[in-house]
């Protein structure tokens, strides 16, 4: 099961800790910022990536996502997020990622009286990268943030259709935001859920904790997860490295027991 699994890893410290990736079979999952990707040197990502290929450790990659929305009507905003999700490409195919996560830009405070607005904007928005993540063969998900149903994402989703375009399920986000059921949720996206991210929470703030220390139920989490076919890639979301030794010692029961 340690092949599905992945941990967070700001970019800026992959080279540093590539010797601790590789030394304890550690596949990351690497979040970029912005400002990053237009000082990036790519000789050294395809150093790394190398690297991780040849030790048969897969690599997903967290886009940037902060000021950025595929879904806004703002021309000089489309423009932005539109550069900065295909500089993040640009990272994948370096490392050969083989998974991309994007935030989908939907926020329904901002768009309750026109949510079509969103909804439209983004079936224009996707379709080029869905081109060259075919091209680079690497599949593309849309994590749920401020999503309360699971409906927002599945619509969209389903309209584009496409096997290189699918859902990233953030359980830490979908207890701060959903009074939706994980029965619920996973009935109507499952089929499109390629990647999970785990990581607690109390309810109330996004505070990443690890496994067991929040009020998420895993247990059941892990039994819709089961049902799903292939079993999709899983990231623990920890920010440091005593969240994260937390957070392994509590998942492998649930990996362990997951039927492959």
């Known amino acids: ?34 400002k990053e990707l237009d000082k990036l040197d790519h000789t050294i990502l395809r150093f790394l990536g190398k690297r991780l290929a040849e030790e048969q450790l897969r690599l997903t990659i967290h886009a940037p996502f902060f000021d950025l929305n595929p879904g806004s009507h703002d021309p000089a905003i489309e423009m932005i ?17 083989s998974l991309v996560v994007f935030h989908p830009g939907f926020d329904r405070w901002r768009y309750d009286r026109q949510p079509e607005l969103w909804h439209e904007q983004s079936r224009k928005f996707w379709p080029s990268l869905i081109e060259r993540a075919a091209e680079l063969n690497c599949q593309l998900v849309l994590e749920n943030i401020f999503e309360d149903s699971p409906e927002t994402l599945a619509r969209l989703l389903d309209q584009l259709d496409s096997p290189w375009l699918g859902h990233c399920f953030d359980v830490g986000h979908w207890n701060l935001f959903s009074p939706v059921s994980l029965k619920e949720w996973f ?37 819709q997860i089961d049902r799903l076919q292939p079993v999709p890639s899983m990231t623990l979301e920890a920010h440091t490295l005593r969240e994260l030794t937390k957070s392994l010692a509590a998942v492998r029961p649930y990996l362990d027991a997951l039927k492959i």
Not at 199 to 211: M, Q
Request: aromatic residues 6%; proline residues 3%; positive net charge.
């Open 1 to 34: 099961m340690d092949n599905v699994l992945h941990v967070h890893l700001p970019l800026r410290a992959l080279k540093k800790r590539l010797r601790w990736l590789l030394r304890n079979r550690f596949q990351p999952e690497v979040a970029c910022q912005g």
């Open 81 to 97: 997020t539109r550069r900065r999700f295909h500089q993040t490409l640009d990272v994948a195919e370096s490392l050969q990622a």
């Open 187 to 223: 009935t109507r996206l499952g089929h499109h859920t390629r990647h999970i991210h785990l990581h607690d929470n109390r309810g109330k703030v996004d505070e990443h904790l690890p496994i067991g220390q929040g009020t998420i139920n895993f247990s059941e989490l892990f039994q």
